[in-house]
């Protein structure tokens, strides 16, 4: 039986219960106020009751000395455990601006950031491996012709960035996945191989939207890697309270998030999301922000009725070579700076873009833009009514149109009030764009005298004109 100091001094007490534990190769530790202990390769969470009931087993156990000689520890009163367990979070606090430890963590190595295997210490904090081992010399064959039999060979590229960025652990590049194709196109077994590649534990699983607008939603993806949406269904009522969310995520943005009967945990999320889907997705997010983020690959080819039960554990064996192949898209991604998708991807992401806001639809199908392109807006106004009620799209309020169109194309769209000079009214001017087909467009600056009336000398000075701006009562 250990002798250890007596119910009078908690803090050796606890110092002492600190360093019999990672002496035995079990360490804790206390981070976000969670308790972890490190077995192995992994450190694993542990319930605070389980944390209470080991230490006060061990207290059962041990002895003090008493006038020389050693008698049982205690007494064992209530307050004396919670008094050596605040002071055992004290001492074995990890602070919550410590991140996980960057890199990928197998079943015998852990690679560090410039993705070079080392050996496990407690010092390296992860919370989940995988179950696969490094092998530098693995090669992935029957993979790569699974995957050129669904793909094409420029998408092929595309994951092989993709991955590589995952096992990378980077999120700075501010991008997510998103597969589109036919059922049992192989969606789904690509959604279990980043798994698998990165390890089960490192995966948190999105079945519906609305987990965005929940109270503890987000709770999930706290020490997660990757976050995986297997079939989302973009018509959902609850798109609209997701955008803002994955926007927010996957910018890299320090946020709150609720945990159930816990303290709300501060900091960034470093997952990466990946969504397949059947559809194109369709998005409420009128400055396309979410579409710019997104890069795509596209199966055509269904399997259904012709799949291959055995696929996924060939796969399996392959994991080894699957992560060498994917270190090398690593490496191409980080001498290029960005993903470089193919033309599939960049057009895809492009109808994202103009199907998460209509207006851009009807700037491409109905008006011009250009330096010196104008409109009045009222005028521009009726022609987007018309244009919603052709294809069945709800109209906006002028206002809001204006203030859209200024956003989606800061910086080329600009608002100009102008008085108009025979009757003082002031109207307002789209600058930028202008109605197709409008006679007074032109690629050059529009000439013209814009006020046929001497301003009032009692009246204020006009608002500044721009020269493109014609005057619509002029000759």
């Given at each position: 039986?250990?002798?250890?100091?007596?119910?009078?001094?908690p803090y050796?007490?606890?110092?002492t219960y600190?360093?019999e534990?990672?002496g035995a190769?079990?360490?804790?530790?206390l981070?976000?106020d969670?308790w972890?202990?490190?077995?192995?390769?992994?450190?694993e969470?542990v319930?605070r009751r389980?944390?209470r009931?080991?230490l006060?087993?061990?207290?059962d156990?041990a002895?003090?000395l008493?006038d020389?000689?050693?008698?049982?520890w205690g007494p064992?009163?209530?307050?004396?455990?919670t008094?050596?367990?605040?002071?055992?979070?004290?001492l074995?606090?990890?602070?919550?601006?410590?991140g996980?430890?960057?890199?990928?963590f197998l079943?015998?190595?852990?690679?560090?950031?410039d993705?070079e295997?080392?050996?496990y210490t407690?010092?390296?904090w992860n919370?989940?491996?995988a179950?696969?081992?490094w092998?530098v010399?693995?090669e992935?064959?029957?993979t790569?012709?699974w995957?050129s039999?669904?793909?094409?060979?420029?998408?092929?590229e595309?994951?092989?960035?993709?991955l590589?960025?995952?096992?990378s652990?980077?999120t700075d590049l501010?991008?997510?996945?998103?597969?589109?194709g036919p059922?049992?196109?192989?969606?789904g077994t690509?959604?279990?191989?980043?798994?698998?590649?990165?390890?089960?534990g490192s995966t948190a699983?999105?079945?519906k939207?609305?987990?965005?607008a929940?109270?503890f939603?987000?709770e999930s993806f706290?020490?997660?890697r990757l976050?995986v949406m297997?079939?989302?269904r973009?018509t959902?009522?609850?798109t609209?309270?997701a955008v803002?969310?994955?926007?927010?995520?996957?910018g890299?943005d320090?946020r709150?998030?609720?945990r159930k009967?816990k303290?709300?945990?501060?900091?960034r999320?470093?997952?990466r999301?990946?969504?397949a889907s059947?559809?194109t997705?369709?998005?409420a997010d009128a400055s396309?922000?979410?579409?710019?983020?997104?890069?795509?690959i596209t199966?055509s080819k269904?399997?259904?009725?012709?799949?291959d039960p055995a696929?996924r554990?060939?796969?399996?064996?392959e994991?080894?070579g699957?992560?060498?192949w994917?270190?090398?898209?690593?490496?191409?991604?980080?001498?290029?700076g960005r993903f470089?998708?193919?033309?599939?991807s960049?057009?895809a992401?492009e109808e994202m873009?103009r199907s998460?806001n209509?207006l851009?639809?009807f700037?491409e199908?109905d008006?011009?833009?250009?330096?010196?392109a104008?409109?009045l807006l009222d005028?521009l106004?009726?022609?987007?009514?018309?244009?919603c009620?052709?294809?069945?799209?709800?109209?906006l309020p002028?206002?809001?149109?204006?203030r859209q169109l200024q956003?989606?194309y800061r910086?080329?769209?600009t608002?100009?009030?102008?008085r108009?000079p025979?009757?003082?009214v002031r109207v307002?001017?789209l600058?930028?764009?202008?109605?197709r087909?409008d006679?007074?467009y032109?690629?050059?600056?529009?000439?013209?005298?814009l006020y046929?009336?001497?301003?009032?000398?009692?009246e204020?000075?006009p608002?500044?004109?721009p020269?493109?701006?014609?005057d619509?009562y002029?000759?």
């Amino acid at each position: 039986m250990p002798i250890i100091p007596g119910p009078s001094r908690p803090y050796d007490v606890a110092r002492t219960y600190l360093d019999e534990r990672a002496g035995a190769g079990e360490p804790l530790a206390l981070w976000r106020d969670d308790w972890y202990t490190h077995r192995g390769a992994v450190w694993e969470p542990v319930d605070r009751r389980d944390v209470r009931a080991d230490l006060v087993r061990w207290l059962d156990d041990a002895e003090m000395l008493a006038d020389g000689r050693p008698v049982p520890w205690g007494p064992i009163r209530d307050k004396t455990i919670t008094d050596i367990l605040a002071l055992l979070g004290d001492l074995a606090l990890r602070r919550a601006s410590e991140g996980p430890t960057v890199g990928m963590f197998l079943a015998d190595v852990w690679l560090n950031a410039d993705m070079e295997p080392r050996e496990y210490t407690p010092a390296v904090w992860n919370t989940s491996v995988a179950s696969y081992r490094w092998d530098v010399r693995a090669e992935c064959p029957r993979t790569l012709a699974w995957l050129s039999d669904i793909l094409s060979a420029a998408d092929v590229e595309v994951l092989r960035q993709w991955l590589g960025y995952l096992v990378s652990g980077r999120t700075d590049l501010q991008k997510m996945l998103v597969m589109i194709g036919p059922p049992r196109s192989g969606k789904g077994t690509l959604l279990w191989l980043m798994e698998e590649l990165l390890g089960p534990g490192s995966t948190a699983s999105v079945a519906k939207l609305s987990v965005f607008a929940e109270t503890f939603g987000l709770e999930s993806f706290l020490g997660k890697r990757l976050v995986v949406m297997p079939d989302v269904r973009w018509t959902s009522q609850h798109t609209a309270d997701a955008v803002p969310e994955i926007l927010s995520i996957t910018g890299c943005d320090a946020r709150d998030v609720n945990r159930k009967n816990k303290t709300t945990w501060h900091g960034r999320l470093a997952v990466r999301f990946v969504a397949a889907s059947n559809d194109t997705p369709s998005m409420a997010d009128a400055s396309g922000a979410l579409a710019g983020r997104m890069i795509t690959i596209t199966m055509s080819k269904s399997f259904l009725g012709k799949e291959d039960p055995a696929l996924r554990d060939a796969l399996r064996e392959e994991l080894p070579g699957i992560l060498q192949w994917a270190l090398g898209g690593l490496r191409e991604l980080e001498r290029a700076g960005r993903f470089v998708e193919s033309q599939e991807s960049v057009e895809a992401r492009e109808e994202m873009r103009r199907s998460a806001n209509p207006l851009f639809l009807f700037i491409e199908d109905d008006c011009v833009k250009g330096p010196y392109a104008c409109v009045l807006l009222d005028t521009l106004y009726e022609r987007y009514e018309s244009w919603c009620r052709k294809w069945g799209y709800s109209r906006l309020p002028a206002h809001i149109v204006s203030r859209q169109l200024q956003n989606t194309y800061r910086g080329e769209i600009t608002t100009e009030r102008v008085r108009r000079p025979s009757d003082g009214v002031r109207v307002r001017w789209l600058r930028g764009v202008t109605l197709r087909m409008d006679p007074r467009y032109s690629q050059g600056p529009l000439t013209g005298i814009l006020y046929l009336e001497p301003p009032v000398p009692d009246e204020p000075v006009p608002d500044p004109v721009p020269d493109a701006v014609p005057d619509e009562y002029g000759p």
